[in-house]
T-cell receptor, first 112, second 113 residues
Framework: NAGVTQTPKFRVLKTGQSMTLLCAQD?????MYWYRQDPGMGLRLIHY???????AKGEVPDGYNVSRLKKQNFLLGLESAAPSQTSVYFC???????????FGPGTRLTVT | AQSVTQLDSQVPVFEEAPVELRCNYS??????LFWYVQYPNQGLQLLLK??????LVKGINGFEAEFNKSQTSFHLRKPSVHISDPAEYFC???????????FGKGTTLSVSS
């Protein structure tokens, strides 16, 4: 099993550009999450999904949109990138009644 | 709201010395506690978790943690640090299954020989 994978691994955007980050999991997990990691801030939840077709806002949702059209995929979109969105983005997934989350390798995004 | 405080942002130790990484949490209800490790340029890997039962939890790579409800702490310990242990360590708390983890800001462990 590949576990949780993220595409791309690195990306550089200019201010105002858009992009989509893809997260895929092959563990048949119901729940999926997007976090961002900034130096000295730990990880903060952006959006999450409790099942196909459902999404919800986390702690820092502004400037991001998400979609969960298929159970195994969770997409994070930036419609108009800003330098404040320079960060490392992690996707995670978990079973419905499990406390353990499995993390992907991360996407390092730089917005200039 | 729940919060997690990692009391040390950086902890330098010598190889084979013991180490403790401190974590305190705030919550008025039951919580579930985790320690994750992040090696350079990698994702997060679960070290150990406390859900219920014995307050002393053993994890991978020789790490253990003790849940102390009265002090609202979940400190991570290793009796003898290995040269491969340098990484970022995150303490996290969850209120219930399927909800987001609340992370501390992380502690950087460095090891010198």
């Amino acid at each position: 099993n590949a576990g949780v994978t993220q595409t791309p691994k690195f990306r550089v955007l200019k201010t105002g550009q858009s992009m989509t980050l893809l997260c895929a999991q092959d563990m048949n997990h119901e729940y999926m999450y997007w976090y961002r990691q900034d130096p000295g801030m730990g990880l903060r939840l952006i959006h999450y999904s409790v099942g196909e077709g459902t999404t919800a806002k986390g702690e820092v949702p502004d400037g991001y949109n998400v979609s969960r059209l298929k159970k195994q995929n969770f997409l994070l979109g930036l419609e108009s990138a800003a330098p404040s969105q320079t960060s490392v983005y992690f996707c995670a997934s978990s079973y419905v009644f499990s406390y353990e989350q499995y993390f992907g390798p991360g996407t390092r995004l730089t917005v200039t | 709201a729940q919060s997690v405080t990692q009391l040390d942002s950086q902890v330098p130790v010598f190889e084979e010395a013991p180490v403790e990484l401190r974590c305190n949490y705030s919550s008025s209800v039951s919580v579930y506690l985790f320690w994750y490790v992040q090696y350079p340029n990698q994702g997060l890997q679960l070290l150990l978790k406390y859900l219920s039962g014995s307050t002393l939890v053993k994890g991978i790579n020789g790490f253990e943690a003790e849940f102390n409800k009265s002090q609202t702490s979940f400190h991570l310990r290793k009796p003898s640090v290995h040269i491969s242990d340098p990484a970022e360590y995150f303490c996290a708390v969850s209120k219930q299954a399927g909800t987001a983890l609340i992370f501390g800001k992380g502690t950087t462990l460095s090891v010198s020989s």
